[in-house]
Structures are given as structure tokens and as C-alpha cells.
């Protein structure tokens, strides 16, 4: 009996083992296709920012370079329901200091923008991406974009789902505006720095929020004697 009851555990050891190497598998093979698109995504949206700031002549696909060897981030978000939702944040108010974010949310909702002085909420739908701009852009386009400071609200009622792509080039990437936008500007706002240093300040000395990018260039300014 005692044998039996081994060799029949054993098979559905196999099983579980099988079926479960198969799902994760699958789940690989299912975010390497969502990581290749956003990729591809995220650089199309590159040139047209770069379009957008008129440095696609001389400085055609300056963007695009500097990604081309990207070492992006995809998180995903789950945030359970909370009985006291008044109290606190799913994610409490930050500008992103990747570059680009591509994120999907479920119908549930609890994004929020901060936008004319107010927290407005941006309205899931099956079909849409959230495109925001992360501080590493700013300094990019020497100011021109400007990161978007955002929140995530929780409820009582569900539990919120969202699956985020953050662009972000390869950590000793250095990174700075083109030199036609800062001709043209008069003025380059925001030292030199590689992705590395940015990353690393957010992770030991500042948390991201709305500050983090004019500290960070106050302490890359401090500590190396960069000029801007
Ligand atoms: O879940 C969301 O809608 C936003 C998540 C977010 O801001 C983040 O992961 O940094």
C-alpha cells in the first residue's frame, strides 16, 4: 500500500512539476513578446519626440542611439484591497526617473496625475496605454519635457491590477541633451550623468518624488564639480 501511495505521489510530483515548468514557460515566453513590443514601442515614441523637438536633422536618431542597447524594467503592480483607504497610497506621489513609461492598467482605476494644481484621475480604458514622460527625458530634452508627478489611490472594493514598462538605458550610458537643442536653448540645464548615478542616487540618497531630479543635479553638481 505504502509503495502504491509513493509511486502514485511521484506522478503527480511529475505533473506538478511538468505543468508548472510548462506555465512558467509559457509566462516567459508570453513577457518576452510584451518586452520585445514595448521596446519597439518606446523607441518609435523616441523619434517622435525627437521630431517633436526639431534635433531629427543634425542630430537624426540621437534619441534612438542611445537606446539602442536599452536595459529597461517591467513591473507588475498588484494592489490589494484596503479597508481604510483614506489612510494611505497604493504609490505615494513620484515622478518616474526612468525615461519613458508605458504602463496598462485594469478597469479598476486609481491613477491619478497631478495636473493645474489638482490630482485628476486617469481613466482606465481596455484599449490605452499611459505614456509618461520620466525625469531621465527631462534632462534629455534640456527641460522641455517635464516629468509627470502621479499617485495611485487604493479602495475598498477591488483589488488593482497594472503592468509597467520602464525605458531606461544601459546603466554607463552617458547621457546628456543634444548640443542643437542646447544651441538653440542658450542654456544646458542639467549636467552629464549615466544612468547608473541616477539610479543609484534614487536608491540610496533620495526617493523619487517631484524633487528628485533637481537634487540629483544639485548633488552631481556638489560631489563632482560637474559644470551644467
Ligand atoms: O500602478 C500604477 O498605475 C502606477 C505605478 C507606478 O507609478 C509605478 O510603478 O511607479
Not at 74 to 98: A, E, I, M, S, W
Not at 146 to 165: A, D, G, T, Y
Request: glycine share 4%; hydrophobic share 35%; aromatic share 14%.
Amino acid at each position: 500500500m505504502r509503495f502504491v501511495y509513493i509511486f502514485k505521489f511521484t506522478n503527480l510530483s511529475k505533473f506538478f512539476f511538468v505543468s508548472n515548468f510548462y506555465f512558467h514557460l509559457s509566462m516567459v515566453l508570453i513577457f518576452q513578446k510584451f518586452c520585445r513590443s514595448m521596446n519597439k514601442l518606446a523607441h518609435d515614441l523616441l523619434d517622435l519626440l525627437e521630431i517633436s523637438l526639431g534635433v531629427d536633422g543634425h542630430n537624426h536618431n540621437y534619441y534612438r542611439k542611445l537606446y539602442d542597447d536599452a536595459v529597461s524594467i517591467v513591473r507588475c503592480n498588484h494592489y490589494p484591497q484596503c479597508n481604510k483607504p483614506d489612510l494611505t497610497f497604493g504609490v505615494g506621489p513620484h515622478c518616474d526617473p526612468t525615461t519613458l513609461t508605458i504602463l496598462y492598467q485594469d478597469l479598476v482605476g486609481g491613477l491619478e496625475v497631478f495636473v493645474d494644481n489638482k490630482w485628476k484621475s486617469v481613466q482606465p480604458h481596455r484599449d490605452a496605454l499611459v505614456i509618461n514622460i520620466g525625469d531621465t527625458f527631462t534632462a534629455l530634452s534640456n527641460g522641455k519635457y517635464k516629468s509627470c508627478l502621479h499617485r495611485v489611490s487604493v479602495n475598498s472594493l477591488s483589488p488593482r491590477l497594472s503592468l509597467v514598462f520602464f525605458l531606461c538605458p544601459k546603466g554607463d550610458r552617458e547621457l546628456k541633451a543634444p548640443q542643437e537643442l542646447v544651441e538653440k536653448d542658450g542654456k544646458k540645464e542639467y549636467p552629464d550623468f549615466t544612468w547608473g548615478e541616477f539610479l543609484q542616487f534614487t536608491q540610496k540618497n533620495h526617493r523619487a518624488d517631484e524633487n528628485t531630479l533637481q537634487l540629483f543635479t544639485k548633488w552631481l553638481l556638489t560631489s563632482k564639480n560637474r559644470n551644467a
